[in-house]
Nanobody, 123 residues
Framework: QVQLAETGGGLVQAGGSLSLSCVAS????????MAWLRQAPGKEREFVAG????????YYADSVKGRFTISRDNTKNTVYLRMNSLKPEDTAVYYC????????????????WGQGTQVTVSS
């Protein structure tokens, strides 16, 4: 399985922006569907956004559609999450995930996970 490492979390005021990055190693990055998921305290982990192998297809949770953008650079083995118009309810630990099975973007049963990065949005 590919190894994943997220960076870019932090504290931001409501209405602000933040970008997350996830660098993959140990696998052929372009073979992997990639995604971001998040987990807030006391809540179940939820899907945020996903992107296909070559970036031609993207998927978003309704709660972030129009505010967040997922992208990937296969030359840098990196997937990004640009978050705009952040809300306090976006506060969570954000995880990068990957799998060679593109169906995992739908069932969220990813085989590889990063350690997570904290995003805190203050009101």
């Amino acid at each position: 399985q590919v190894q994943l490492a997220e960076t870019g979390g932090g504290l931001v005021q409501a209405g602000g922006s933040l970008s997350l990055s996830c660098v993959a190693s140990g696998g052929t990055f372009s073979n992997y569907a990639m995604a971001w998921l998040r987990q807030a305290p006391g809540k179940e982990r939820e899907f945020v956004a996903g992107i296909s192998w070559v970036g031609g297809s993207t998927y978003y949770a309704d709660s972030v559609k129009g505010r967040f953008t997922i992208s990937r650079d296969n030359t840098k083995n990196t997937v990004y999450l640009r978050m705009n118009s952040l809300k306090p309810e976006d506060t969570a630990v954000y995880y990068c995930a990957a799998d060679e099975d593109p169906g995992t973007i739908v069932d969220h049963n990813f085989g590889s996970w990063g350690q997570g990065t904290q995003v805190t949005v203050s009101s």
